[in-house]
């Protein structure tokens, strides 16, 4: 690296940075409060975190219920065999930690004991994606590629409060096991804004356009939306459409989105190999629909450290980098750029 | 069907007791037989194990545990998690002496369509509350279920058997912190040292010994019996459901293909290949060694 003079770089922070926009509205703990409010109705929620309550904002819970709150220690293969065996004698836990914990390291307690007997456990994955600058350790950049081949397995990634504050409710009442990518601390919100409810299983469109189709998940979402309003102004008409459950996935809206002539592209907060890209490819290419699929996730790498804002933007996370993605796209740039993929061979003889 | 329960007050008399292992024994041998008639439905198996564990699971099954037959969903049931997956053999084994499930399915062990596969699977058998297989996983399970039936003031007490291969596993170990911390007094677990694993002596693949001595260091009431011997199993038991305070731990040394002479005596080996002609003569020397 050269050095030149000093200039003030932004910093890592603490290990949960938020990404809220500077004055974007927020709700603080929206999971641990809504919790809460379903720990009212339904006596047989508990709580369960491994040493991480205060870090996924089950804190919140373990405060107002203390008796209803079970602390594992730095244990998640314990937590989640403890989940199952609660499941297993009628109550319904939500346990959470981080992402990369409850996936990696625990991922055959998850997958044997509460999926495969298809338990009501809840297990809730903080700094999912790129959510913190810590590095790999802690960047849960491939949960949702390990998770969807599980049977049973239910996954969510929410955009905002208002999706997590409603998940979290079916979430408990979804018969079996699901995964929910946290969102913690001051979350934005968002989808207030917009005629929209949570509903598990379903994607939904939040604003239609005749040029772009914008599939997203999870905090991706807020940013598709904040694309579209800058393009708008460009004169491209954007649609979005929100996919916060990931599993199952709602085909047919995704069918129908893609049945246009509009350009699709797909926008996670996770690799590029196994998330969302994949899954919409899967489902177009499975039913014999023949679009280009345009991915803005994360590069199939272990990411750097670092401030959140820099590597969202070294990353093609932030708005900046969807605009920028979306022109260069209509601009009719090759479109093997910026995947690993070859541009088309020639056809093979038959 | 009845409930069977347990009295746990009231020492009964020597003569009592004496009756009492008679009784266990004679469960014991059967358990032993229905061993033997599933093993030979395969050919070779896990008979070894289920034969040295065949006196841990006769205490268990019909003397310490707490269910209902014809309900295996009854909610105050005890729980006996069976880790150890391969270990099915002889947990049908004392099933079906048990009542859980009929005599006659045994001989579908193993087979296409059964109720009864090779490695225990909850979603398959009746009463069988856990699927095993992946060893390590029993014990967190038992964690949760004991917390919870505190929590939800059930006095149901939870059992686990583990095997001491089972102690290579570190999530084992987490469990068994977690128990102690939380003072979980309504977990009973049950170590079968054999002192075999996949590849061969315990020793010699991942040293686990001194066996008692960890369990202590990690906060467990720690026993530890000949698991062959009925009397000391029953002792061992009841003095378990006395203790309070702590989890409980009951290490019990077996023979691999106890009973059996022919067996015993064999090369151990985790996966047994028997003869077609050797199942007569096992059934025979079991039969031999009850009369003794």
């Known amino acids: 690296m050269t050095s030149t003079a000093p200039r003030k770089k932004l910093t890592t922070s603490a290990m949960i940075a938020s990404f809220a926009d500077p004055g974007q509205r927020t709700a603080s703990a929206p999971f641990g409060h809504a919790l809460n409010r379903l720990a009212e109705e339904r006596p047989e929620i508990v709580g369960l975190s491994a040493d991480l309550a205060k870090y996924t904002d089950m804190h919140v819970f373990r405060d107002a219920h203390p008796d209803r709150f079970f602390q594992m220690g730095m244990a998640e293969q314990t937590l989640l065999g403890a989940a199952a065996g609660m499941a297993e004698v009628g109550l319904v836990p939500f346990a959470s930690t981080y992402s990369v914990f409850a996936t990696r390291r625990a991922y055959d307690f998850l997958c044997l004991d509460i999926a495969e007997p298809g338990l009501n456990v809840n297990v809730v994955g903080a700094l999912p994606g790129l959510t913190t600058g810590y590095g790999p350790s802690h960047q849960a950049t491939e949960d949702l590629a390990i998770l969807r081949g599980c049977p049973n397995l239910t996954i969510v990634d929410p955009c905002d409060s208002v999706d997590i504050e409603q998940a979290v409710p079916a979430l408990a009442a979804a018969p079996g096991p699901t995964y929910l990518r946290l969102l913690r601390g001051a979350v934005p919100t968002v989808l207030d804004e917009y005629d929209y409810r949570f509903e598990l299983g379903k994607a939904a469109e939040l604003r239609t356009g005749r040029d772009v189709v914008l599939v997203s998940t999870g905090l991706m979402t807020m940013r598709a939306l904040q694309a579209a309003a800058r393009l708008e102004a460009d004169h491209v008409d954007v649609s979005v459409l929100h996919v916060p459950t990931i599993k199952p996935l709602d085909t047919e809206a995704i069918l129908r989105a893609a049945r246009t002539d509009r350009l699709l592209v797909t926008c996670e907060n996770h690799t590029v190999i196994g998330g969302l890209a994949e899954s919409v490819a899967a489902t177009l290419a499975f039913a014999g629909v023949g679009n280009r699929v345009v991915p803005i996730a994360l590069p199939d790498e272990f990411l750097a450290a670092g401030a959140l804002p820099t590597l969202h933007d070294r990353y093609g996370l932030s708005t900046d980098a969807i605009v920028a993605r979306v022109k260069r796209e209509l601009g009719g740039a090759s479109p093997a750029t910026g995947g690993p993929w070859a541009a088309d061979p020639a056809p093979a003889s038959a | ?292």
């Open chain 2, 1 to 292: 069907m009845t409930s069977l329960s347990t009295p746990r007050t009231a020492a009964p008399s020597a003569g009592d007791q004496a009756e009492r292992i008679a009784r266990i024994r004679q469960a014991a041998y059967r358990i032993r037989r229905n061993a033997l008639d599933m093993g030979e439905v395969q050919g070779q198996g896990y008979i070894g194990q289920a034969l040295g564990v065949a006196d841990v699971l006769a205490v268990v099954y019909t003397d310490q545990l707490r269910f209902r037959p014809e309900d295996p969903h009854w909610p105050d049931r005890d729980r006996f998690l069976l880790s150890i997956g391969h270990y099915a053999i002889a947990a049908y084994a004392a099933m079906a002496e048990a009542g859980i499930i009929p005599l006659e399915e045994l001989e579908t062990y193993g087979s296409d369509e059964s109720r009864l596969p090779m490695s225990a699977m909850a979603s398959y058998t009746p009463g069988m509350e856990i699927s095993g297989g992946s060893l390590g996983h029993g014990l967190g399970v038992a964690t949760g279920m004991a917390l919870g039936l505190r929590h939800l003031g059930n006095p149901a007490r939870v059992f686990n058997l583990l095997s001491d291969g089972e102690l290579d596993e570190g999530s084992t170990w987490e469990a068994a912190m977690s128990c102690a911390h939380h003072g979980l007094d309504n977990v009973t677990a049950i170590v079968d040292v054999n002192a075999l694993q996949a590849d061969g002596p315990t020793a010699g693949v991942l040293r686990t010994e001194p066996v008692t001595d960890k369990w202590q260091a990690f906060g467990w009431h720690a026993l530890r019996v000949d698991g062959n011997d009925v009397a000391s199993l029953v002792a061992a038991f009841d003095e378990i459901g006395e203790h309070r305070g702590s989890p409980s731990v009951l290490i019990c040394d077996t023979r691999v293909g106890s009973g059996v002479p022919l067996l015993e005596t064999r090369e151990k080996a985790h996966f047994m290949r028997v003869e077609e002609h050797e199942w007569q003569i096992a059934r025979t020397q079991l039969e031999e060694g009850l009369a003794r």
